[in-house]
């Protein structure tokens, strides 16, 4: 059965939860966590149910289609003004269900909190009716509605519930990093607003309905002139260098499951928003501007990972990781090939689940030993055995280890890349090489080797950990092993996309 | 050239002439003057244009009431005539954006086209019918404005109005 | 309601109006003294009454809202000198000056 | 069980990796007996596939071209399909036997030798997993799959050689490994890459088809098999990718055993084999493969001589064989190179499970340790003889025919021939130095020595087996005995297609072989046991060269020092510079300079009312006037 409301639901449950919360008094704070965690497990069901009821027969036509009329024929607005219109696509498919798992994992793993944990779980869930408003608006009033949304809700979880961090040369503080991260993204969104007004006004039908805006031709030249709006508009919360650095920091300073939000489904609506905006709205400026895509995304993975070979810190490692993969999906996205536009988005769930599970991996460790210092620990094999395999699993999956999530991703890319830009291919496949040589160094200084005595105390991770951890690992795996079940999907849709050869 | 405007002309003089010694006059009280004298003018201006009710109010209001006003606050305020105190330093500029707002008035005015410009004909209205107009039509207004006087009356007591420990400040 | 013949054109009217105007800006912006200025800003009312009064004795005699409008404006100048008066009168109190040069709590 | 069915044999071990990954720890015993069950079951399926393999080719000969059968893993509509799928011929059928037959043995032996272990079950569960990927990698008849297995092969033995995880050593040893061999990988994916896009198609044979038939651009094609042999080099710790093995001695020995005989590093020399078309079609390509081969096998015999560590001994002497194999590739003789591969497994097994058995009861390697073993263990000192002396060439033993047949196909290039004839006493004579300095003489550390005593059953049986086995799979280079084990025309036939390839057997090369080993063997002896002081006291006159060779060219350094000043530096620099430039100056620059534009403009507000209506009045003008003149 296929409706609207599922993915409606998907909106309004954390937005009715984020009430409901607000009424429930903040002593309660185990009433809370539950209240939370039955939410997060419902939204992976919803997400779930979407995706595995989407029906592969009818791939080139939106589904779980819902339009409420909100304001219509009123000034300049016409027919289908603005409308709350939902449905997914191939694409939005598997990035609803990566939501869901994310944010079943995210709250699992914020279990552990204590300070304030009514209004952490209120600020949560605002984000994620955000990112489920995203992934599935059809509107683009609604899109950059729920966008904003997504994206305001950090600067208090970061502000608030973050850490401050002294380095040996500089210091972050959490305020700071709360404040670039906005910022930076708020700035970013004003190019995004500017595109969408100005697509609005272009095709003159007095409708923000994207199906609808699909099917106006657009003047090549302005094309050209709006496509880089959306392109670096959306492409900064993609982690596009060199708009890069809200990403490490806001990681640094974020608590943890934020983190996993944060890398796992925020950087994901960016490089949505390119494919939805950009690619779908307007090919011939895609076509124009995709090779300034690929060369920024082969910097943002070469660079990326070579900045992640020296960092001291597991999170700046994992921040600057996340954004050279990335990398790989703008490459995937500038290919403009079928394998490889499939194959970013293969990279967009992969990245999700794996960098969720790192960077719960990393607050496992941090809550207990409250230092990200990589080279303060040694041999934690022997006292977090789980621990261990759960972080190596993560990490081998970023490392392109077949039979993982990040393999198949990463080889439709390549596969992708060599077709149009064999050199800058060349140079995304060595970028592979250099996460290797980063995550076994990490993996080597701390995980192995004899045991630091200091850490004599660590222990394995609690059951909310492992229960949040094992969701993440089970779907890196599985589409590592199995990836059928998401490329049928995406590559449906990816063929439909127009300008994608 | 006819009576009447002869008469306008006169009128006009004298208001342009009361408006520069408001703005030019160096001493306060004779701008005050001058401010009648200009406000005067202005209700002549309305006789001119049959509107004997407004010329009424304007002399009875304007020239009476307000200008009093301004003359107790020019007291109250003991303004030394200095005349360094009493023009500012960017009048040079004051001076051209003022003539080029009234050079682009007039050349509005005169490259526009007027209705009731061939004949000159206007039209009295009687006491009367402003009247009634007044508080039927335009009765809702009316009280609206009578509200605002009420308002400004209340505030400019209140805030003229010492409280404990303004008087220390004064000095 | 009976027809008169002034022989005047509107222009003159409008002209004048202009003229007091540009002089009130005038005052406005280069007096220094508050209750100055206020005088400056009567003129420019003044000059706007005109106008009003002007159009509707050519231009809409029947509706005449032009007059009613300059009754609503002797008004409002009424409260407004009121109103700003005590206003000076109280900066006079509390920084003994009306000189709006040196009441300045806004510079940078 | 057909050879369309040999999908099943990885699945066997990679279904018992995921049982003892899962639930091990519940099992008994930890679960190694289905480890164990599952590869015996490999080793048992493997001979319904050579019989059907054999009927095959004696129904057609050699129009026979092997069997495949595959499944679809993911589809892009119209625009790429990823098959999983295997195929069987000749090259795969020895590969088979050896993983199986080799990973059998060890895993047998590992009952005893790793007895205790902490990490037991974990150590079978990986060792399952390479095995299964082992045996993907030498049935997939595509690249994808290949590669697959290929990554899973490193990943295991990542994990193997770094499971006595609480040594520094061992995990600096697996880290290397494991991304020495990952340098490597990225020409092989690379090329695997290049290939597709020219033909469309990830399929071996089928790509071999297209480049013989001219359809792959030539630079493409020069680009594809120089990085093709990249990923090989580096999987078969070639010069200069080989410093990962001597180090990856860290991990247990049998798991060195399984790496050098049968899984790892065999992987590159079988990639190369299979893909020798393509080689050939190259120019200079067959050269490449010639000259590092024989650069690897010189080198690491001179390093082989000096080293103290029984392990390291062998580590270098598997170099040593590599390089043969290559050499044999190199001349275009697969059948020579698959031969020794054949042979050198067996032989390599047993020295490193004799050897593992030495460091079981002495708990030590180190030759300055050892010596005088032969009393308390008679049948280690007898079967790790046997092992190498095969590998030294002393005459019929299997070592031997597979060098014979490698030095008779370089008989037509002079300098190779030369060069290898150059390391063959060297080989011997190091071989002969490990033996004696381990088994012979008087004891080191007599504490040591007392209590010293031969293994279980789980330890000895495996080892005799491999001696055997040592003993005779030489002959198969007899047409007579390869008919006897099921291969007509004997194994070169079976290996190469493309013609009927009887081993020659050219009695003056082999003579001169024969001459150069004894010389090495005697030389050795000589050293080592009739003047024990010789030795030390030429490595001391000749202290610079023997430094050059115990630290293995000093190319362990240049790495470290590249890796440190050049890349841990760069990066460091790129790092340094994005927080500085990128971030401080561009992002946080971008905020200053709002922060200082707002400082400048704030002067516009001076505070004074007839400055503000001044600038409202020339606004207001200014609008006035754009308005007047528009219209």
């Given at each position: ?51 595995f009821?989407?029906q ?46 994310v ?67 500089f ?70 260098w ?82 050279s ?44 030993a ?82 630091n ?8 991770m ?33 063929l ?6 | ?7 306008f ?147 400019a ?15 | ?30 007096r220094?003294?508050?209750?100055l ?32 409008f300059a ?38 | ?13 990679a ?125 997939a ?28 050593s ?83 020995t ?55 560590d ?9 170099l040593?064989s ?8 190199g001349?275009g ?21 004799g ?21 308390k ?37 002079k ?138 060219y ?7 020092a ?13 790092a ?18 709002t ?16 400055n ?20």
């Amino acid at each position: 059965m296929q409706t609207g409301y599922i993915l409606l639901a998907t909106i309004a449950l954390p937005l009715f939860v984020a009430m409901l919360l607000v009424a429930v008094p903040s002593k309660r704070a185990d009433l809370v966590r539950y209240i939370s965690i039955a939410t997060g497990f419902a939204l992976f069901g919803l997400s779930a149910y979407a995706f595995f009821a989407y029906q592969l027969a009818t791939a080139d036509t939106y589904q779980f289609e819902l339009q409420w009329t909100w304001i219509e024929n009123v000034g300049f607005l016409g027919k289908d003004g603005i409308t709350l219109h939902l449905g997914i696509d191939g694409i939005g498919a598997p990035m609803v269900l990566l939501t869901g798992i994310v944010t079943f994992a995210a709250t699992l793993i914020s279990a552990k909190i204590d300070y304030r944990n009514k209004d952490y779980f209120i600020l949560l869930f605002l984000l994620v009716a955000g990112v489920f408003g995203v992934f599935t608006s059809l509107d683009l009033f609604f899109w950059f509605f729920f966008y904003e949304l997504a994206v305001l809700p950090m600067y208090l979880l970061i502000g608030v519930w973050g850490s401050s961090s002294t380095f040996a040369t500089f210091a972050r503080t959490k305020e700071y990093s709360a404040v670039k991260l906005t910022m930076v993204l708020v700035g970013a969104s004003v190019l995004i607003f500017v595109g969408i007004f100005a697509v609005f006004v272009e095709a003159g039908i007095g409708t923000f309905d994207l199906p609808q805006l699909y099917e106006v031709e657009y003047d090549e030249n302005f094309q050209k002139v709006v496509f880089p709006l959306f392109l670096i508009g959306c492409g900064v919360l993609a982690g596009l260098w060199p708009f890069h650095t809200w990403s490490p920091d806001g990681h640094v300073a974020a608590p943890t499951a934020v983190s996993m939000l944060h890398a796992g489904v925020l950087m994901k609506l960016g490089a949505f928003g390119i494919i939805r905006l950009g690619m779908q709205l307007m090919p011939e400026g895609a076509e124009f501007w995709m090779p300034m895509l690929m060369t920024l995304g082969v910097i943002n993975v070469v660079y990326g990972a070579i900045s992640a070979m020296a960092q001291t810190d597991f999170k700046y490692m994992v921040g600057y990781s996340s954004m050279s993969h990335m990398g790989y999906v703008l490459m995937g996205l500038a290919t403009m090939n079928a394998v490889g536009v499939n194959g970013a988005v293969l990279q967009m769930f992969s990245h999700g689940v794996m960098t969720a599970l790192m960077f719960a991996m990393i607050g496992v460790l941090y809550d207990q030993a409250h230092t990200r210092e990589i080279s303060a620990f040694g041999g934690l094999v022997k006292r977090m055995p789980h621990f261990v395999a759960f972080f190596s699993i993560a990490g081998l999956a970023s490392l392109g280890l077949p039979g993982l999530s990040g393999f198949v991703a990463e080889f439709n890319i390549f596969l992708g890349t060599f077709q149009t830009y064999p050199a800058l291919g060349a140079l995304g496949i060595l970028g592979a090489a250099i996460t290797a040589v980063y995550i076994l160094r990490m993996m080597a200084q701390a995980f192995f080797g004899e045991e630091n005595e200091k850490w004599a105390g660590l222990k394995d991770m609690s059951r909310y950990e492992y229960a949040g951890g094992a969701l993440l690992l089970a779907f890196i795996v599985l589409m590592g092993v199995f990836p059928s079940p998401f490329v049928d999907r995406i590559a449906e849709t990816v063929l439909n996309i127009p300008g994608v050869s | 050239m006819t009576v009447a405007q002869l008469i306008f002309y006169v009128i006009a003089a004298l208001a342009v002439a009361g408006g520069l010694g408001v703005v030019l006059a160096r001493n306060t009280v004779y701008a005050a003057l001058f401010l009648i004298l200009a406000l005067l003018a202005v209700a002549g201006i309305y006789i001119l244009l049959a509107s004997e009710f407004l010329a009424l109010v304007q002399v009875l209001i304007y020239a009476g009431a307000i200008t009093v006003l301004l003359l107790f606050g020019l007291m109250l305020t003991r303004v030394d005539d200095l005349e360094e105190s009493m023009v500012g330093a960017q009048w040079p500029l004051a001076a051209v954006a003022s003539a080029l707002l009234m050079g682009l008035l007039i050349t509005t005015v005169a490259t526009s086209d007027w209705p009731g410009d061939a004949d000159g004909m206007i039209t009295r209205i009687p006491f009367e019918t402003l009247g009634q107009a007044l508080f039927r039509q335009w009765a809702v207004p009316f009280e609206i404005a009578s509200l605002v006087l009420l308002i400004a009356l209340v505030g400019a007591i209140v805030l003229t109005h010492d409280e404990e420990g303004d008087v220390e400040e004064t000095k | 309601m009976e027809a008169v013949s002034q022989q005047i054109p509107l222009e003159h009217f409008l002209v004048l109006s202009a003229i007091l105007f540009s002089i009130g800006v005038y005052g406005v912006l280069t007096r220094r003294n508050a209750v100055l200025i206020l005088m400056s800003v009567e003129l420019m009312l003044n000059a706007a009454s005109i106008n009003m009064v002007a159009f509707a004795a050519y231009a809409s005699p029947e509706a005449f809202t032009g007059i009613i409008f300059a009754i609503f404006i002797i008004t409002i100048a009424a409260a407004e000198v009121g109103l700003a008066l005590a206003i000076i009168l109280r900066i006079f109190r509390n920084r003994g000056t009306a000189n709006v040069d040196e009441v300045n709590a806004l510079k940078w | 069980m057909n050879m369309s069915d040999a999908w099943v044999l990885p699945l066997l071990p990679a279904a018992a990796f995921v049982v003892l990954a899962l639930f091990g720890p519940y099992l008994p015993r930890k679960g190694d007996w289905l480890a164990i069950l599952a590869i015996g079951a490999v080793f048992v399926l493997t001979f319904p596939i050579i019989a059907d393999f054999t009927a095959a080719l004696a129904l057609e000969g050699e129009a026979f071209a092997g069997v495949a059968n595959s499944i679809q893993w993911m589809e892009v509509p119209g625009h790429l399909e990823l098959n999983f799928g295997v195929h069987v011929d000749g090259i795969t059928i020895v590969m088979l036997v050896v993983v199986s037959f080799v990973a059998l043995m060890v895993q047998v032996y590992s009952l005893g030798y790793m007895k205790g272990d902490a990490r037991y079950g974990w150590y079978y569960a990986v060792i399952s997993l390479f095995v299964a990927s082992m045996l993907a990698l030498v049935l997939a008849d595509n690249f994808l799959l290949l590669y697959f297995s290929w990554e899973l092969v490193g990943l295991c033995s990542y994990l193997l050689i770094g499971h006595y995880s609480h040594l520094r050593s061992a995990a600096e040893a697996s880290k290397k490994a494991f991304i020495t061999t990952r340098l490597g990988d990225v020409g092989l994916l690379i090329a695997i890459i290049l290939l597709w896009r020219e033909t469309g198609t990830l399929n071996i044979q089928d790509i071999i088809a297209a480049a013989q038939a001219g359809e792959v651009g030539r630079e493409i094609l020069t680009a594809s098999v120089v990085l093709l042999f990249l990923g090989a080099m580096g999987k078969s710790a070639q010069f200069p990718f080989h410093v990962w093995l001597p180090d990856a001695m860290e991990g247990p020995t049998p798991v060195s055993a399984l790496i050098h005989a049968a899984t790892m590093v065999v992987a590159g020399v079988y990639l190369v084999a299979r893909m020798l078309p393509l080689f050939e079609l190259v120019a200079g390509g067959m050269e490449m493969v010639l000259a590092i081969g024989l650069m690897t096998t010189f080198l690491s015999a001179t390093m082989g001589l000096v080293m103290t560590d029984i392990k390291r001994v062998i580590a270098y002497s598997t170099l040593n064989s590599l390089g043969l194999m290559f050499v044999a590739l190199g001349v275009g003789s697969p059948a020579a190179a698959m031969l020794y591969l054949f042979t050198h497994a067996f032989f390599k097994a047993l020295l490193f499970l004799g050897a593992g058995s030495v460091i079981h009861a002495t708990e030590r390697q180190d030759v300055s340790g050892l010596g005088g073993l032969w009393s308390k263990m008679p049948l280690t000192a007898i079967t790790f003889g046997i092992g190498a002396f095969s590998m030294a060439g002393l005459p019929f033993l299997a070592g031997f025919w597979a060098k014979d047949e490698i030095l008779v196909a370089l008989l037509e290039n002079k300098i190779a021939f030369a060069f290898v004839l150059l390391t063959l006493p060297l080989t011997a004579m190091y071989m002969m130095r490990v033996f004696v300095l381990t088994f012979l003489g008087e004891p080191k550390e007599p504490e040591a020595h007392e209590h010293a005593h031969e293994g279980p059953l789980t330890i000895t049986v495996p080892l005799v087996l491999l001696a055997v086995l040592t003993l005779v799979t030489g002959f198969v280079v007899f047409d007579q005995v390869g008919r006897a084990m099921g291969f007509p025309g004997g194994i070169g036939d079976v290996i190469y297609l493309h013609g009927p390839h009887a081993f020659d057997f050219n009695v003056a090369v082999t003579l001169g072989s024969i001459a150069l080993v004894a010389t090495g063997l005697g030389a050795g002896w000589y050293a080592w046991v009739i003047r024990p002081e010789l030795p030390a006291s030429i490595m001391a006159r000749l202290q610079p060269v023997h430094a050059l060779f115990a630290n293995e060219y000093y190319l362990n350094n240049v790495y470290q020092a590249i890796i440190d000043h050049v890349i841990l530096a760069g990066a460091r620099v790129v790092a340094w510079f994005d927080r500085n430039v990128v971030n401080d100056t561009g992002i946080d620059g971008a905020a200053y300079s709002t922060g200082f534009a707002a400082y400048v403009m704030k002067f516009q507000q001076t505070g004074k009312l007839p400055n503000y209506a001044l600038a409202m009045v020339i606004g207001i003008v200014a609008l006035a006037a754009v308005a007047f003149f528009k219209a």
